[in-house]
């Protein structure tokens, strides 16, 4: 964590802490926050793996008026006690998104509330909007941690269009950044991107390429397969191609290799929390790759009963994290009928990644159900065929006994 402590502090102002990225929306913030609230204003960025700024945002948080700036690097707390846990429970909002943003703000938030706890400040403000599903996130994440925090979201307050942000930064000589305007909105870390706004809104329209930021496009990618081993130890990965790895490097190497081959492009049309259909576009590279690679050991290692089970503990699951409820007692719960089930998910898998595609093609495991012996067709075959004459007669025993009463 870096922290400094540059600014000049007014005894008489409470604190507020903002969340900082050094972009547009809360450099003004800052300024905006102490004019309309007169509030000192602590900001605090979270570096969960996005791509670094080109100057040093926390001396321009200061610069800015801010009292003390913070930059903590989460990356390492991000994979393991959030990226980890959503793995396990193979979460996808929708069977579709890997929930790269939304398993991000449950650590932000965290990391918000120490700060302000530590701070004696009493407000905690974020860059949310009105109409996504981020203002919940974090609202709820913050109250459920201390609830007697108070929140202020300025971008729900002041509603200014992005040129009459630039105008006021300047009239207030506020220090911004400004580059070439982008036509969508874009939220990377280390699990993922999504992009969303422009041409994307219209739901007909074929993404175009620059939307994808990330990932190559599939028909550009190598024309040879490449084949990666993934190892996991009770659920979570261990290892890439026998190379043992922590967490964050297991992700960066993944999503490289991904990216290369094309892998990780969803374009979906989803439920937001708020009561919208938004059409967004999501890359998220090593998380389709790993979570491919985790259902493949689970359909190994797991009983037909828990696996169906968990099947719907995963939606519902999902669905928890999606609305912002991941500090609440039902997602604890359902975490920890999540870890029991990774007791035995250990093991190695083997994926073929080609132009856009992932393919699991091999996977062992010391505590592999697969019985060869009773699988075979070939010589070897230990399965007891003369069971099978009996256990179909008690299988279809209540149709046929239903059969018979209806035709009375």
């Keep these: 964590m870096v922290a400094c402590n540059c600014g000049t502090a007014d005894n008489k102002r409470e604190k507020i802490v903002l969340a900082y990225s050094g972009g547009l929306d809360t450099s003004v913030a800052i300024r ?156 990377e870390n280390l699990w993922g991107r999504s992009c969303e706004c422009g041409i994307i809104e219209d739901a007909w329209a074929e993404p175009p390429e620059e939307a994808w930021g990330w990932t190559t496009n599939p028909k550009n990618a190598p024309d040879e397969a490449e084949y990666v081993e993934i190892e996991f130890e009770k659920g979570v990965p261990v290892a890439v191609n026998g190379k043992k790895m922590e967490g964050v490097k297991i992700i960066e190497e993944l999503n490289a290799i991904a990216c290369k081959n094309g892998v990780g492009r969803i374009d979906h049309v989803e439920d937001r929390l708020v009561g919208i259909k938004s059409r967004e576009t999501y890359e998220c590279p090593a998380a389709t790759v790993l979570i491919k690679a985790h259902r493949g050991l689970e359909f190994l290692t797991l009983q037909k009963d828990v696996l169906e089970y968990k099947r719907g503990v995963e939606q519902r699951y999902s669905e928890i994290i999606y609305n912002g409820l991941w500090y609440g007692v039902l997602r604890e719960s359902l975490q920890a009928f999540i870890e029991k089930t990774q007791e035995f998910v250990t093991g190695v898998v083997r994926l073929k990644l080609y132009k856009g595609s992932v393919m699991v093609v091999g996977r062992k495991s010391e505590y592999s159900l697969y019985d060869e012996g009773l699988a075979t067709y070939a010589k070897g075959d230990e399965f007891n065929h003369e069971s099978a004459l009996g256990f179909i007669y008690c299988w279809g025993l209540p149709n046929k006994t239903t059969s018979r009463a209806h035709k009375k």
């Design 32 to 187: 905006w926050l102490q004019d309309k609230y007169n509030l000192d204003v602590i900001a605090v960025a979270i570096n969960v793996g996005q791509p670094p700024s080109s100057d040093d945002i926390v001396a321009r948080a200061l610069r800015n008026g801010a009292i003390k700036a913070e930059f903590i690097d989460a990356k390492k707390e991000f994979v393991e006690d959030y990226i980890w846990p959503t793995l396990k429970g193979n979460a996808m909002y929708q069977d579709v998104y890997p929930l790269s943003t939304a398993t991000a703000r449950p650590l932000i938030v965290k990391k918000l509330v120490e700060v302000a706890q530590k701070e004696g400040a009493k407000y905690i403000a974020h860059g949310c909007t009105a109409k996504g599903n981020d203002q919940v996130r974090f609202d709820v994440g913050i109250v459920s941690l201390d609830p007697d925090m108070k929140i202020i979201g300025p971008m729900r307050e002041w509603v200014m269009t992005r040129e009459e942000e630039i105008d006021y930064a300047k009239e207030n000589g506020v220090e911004i950044i400004v580059k070439k305007e982008n036509p969508f909105s874009v939220d």
